[in-house]
Structures are given as structure tokens and as C-alpha cells.
């Protein structure tokens, strides 16, 4: 039986992650996937606006991870995440917010959204270590504050 368990944890862990990026920027989306190469058994989806990250999110079996902008076209990264939420098969994805808008006011609201963790663009050191944490179903650090 031991034996059957370790099996099926090399199969799981060998289906690859699915990481939607949303951002208006493709230097941006140049910069997540550039920082992200050592996740070899990642597969990144990019969307240039909320609303063509909400039809990846539809057409997808399943999004395991989701890095956000919040100035956006068409649908910024608040309305999309209050849509995303009304959804009961997206309620459970991380969200990290990458953006250069940061206030109390706007943290409060992404904790209320279920934001996992909110990241300044001008200080992305950690963040490889935040998307694994977040891949791996950690505690959110934003639930802390």
C-alpha cells in the first residue's frame, strides 16, 4: 500500500502546474515567466486584460495558481477577482497580486477578495518563494497582516 501511495504522489507531482498571469504589460508577462524558469513543471497562460483572464479561467480544467495586476483594461484585477469569487469552482485558486497600486485600503478589500499575497512590482525578491508557497497550499501571508 505504501508503495501504491508514493505512485500516486510521483503522478500528481509530475502533472504540470497551470499559472495564469494577468497583466496588461508584456514585459510583465516576460519578466513572471523569466523569474519562474527553474519551475520546470510549470505551464504559464497570459491574459492581457480581466476579461481574457476570466475566459482562460472558463475554458480551463484548472488553474492552480493566478499572478494579478489591478490596473487593467476592459476588466481591472478587482472586478475580475469579485467575479472570480462569485464562482464557486475558481473560490479556492491563489491569487497574488503583482502591482505597482498599493495602499491599506486596497489591502483590506484583496484580503476580502481571498487575495493570497499582494507583491510591489519594484520588489519582486521573494517572489519565486511566494508562488511556490502559494503552489504548495500554504498559509497566505496577506491572512496574517
Known sequence: ?????????????????????ADDSEFVH???????????????????NGHEAYNILL????????ILDLNMPLMNGIEFMGKMRR?????????????????EDKLKM????????????????SFLNMIEDALAKKPSPLRLL
Not at 464562482?87 to 495602499?103: A, G, H, Q, R, W
Open 87 to 103: 464562482n464557486p469552482l475558481y473560490k479556492e485558486i491563489p491569487v497574488i497580486v503583482l502591482s505597482t497600486d498599493e495602499n
Open 30 to 48: 516576460h519578466i513572471c515567466k523569466a523569474k519562474l524558469a527553474r519551475c520546470k513543471d510549470c505551464v504559464f497562460l497570459c491574459a492581457k
Open 1 to 21: 500500500m505504501h508503495n501504491l501511495n508514493y505512485a500516486a504522489q510521483k503522478i500528481i507531482m509530475s502533472i504540470p502546474k497551470k499559472i495564469l498571469i
Open 59 to 66: 475554458g480551463e480544467d484548472k488553474i492552480d495558481l493566478i
Open 110 to 125: 484583496l484580503r476580502s477578495l481571498g487575495a493570497w499575497a499582494f507583491v510591489k512590482k519594484s520588489q519582486t525578491g
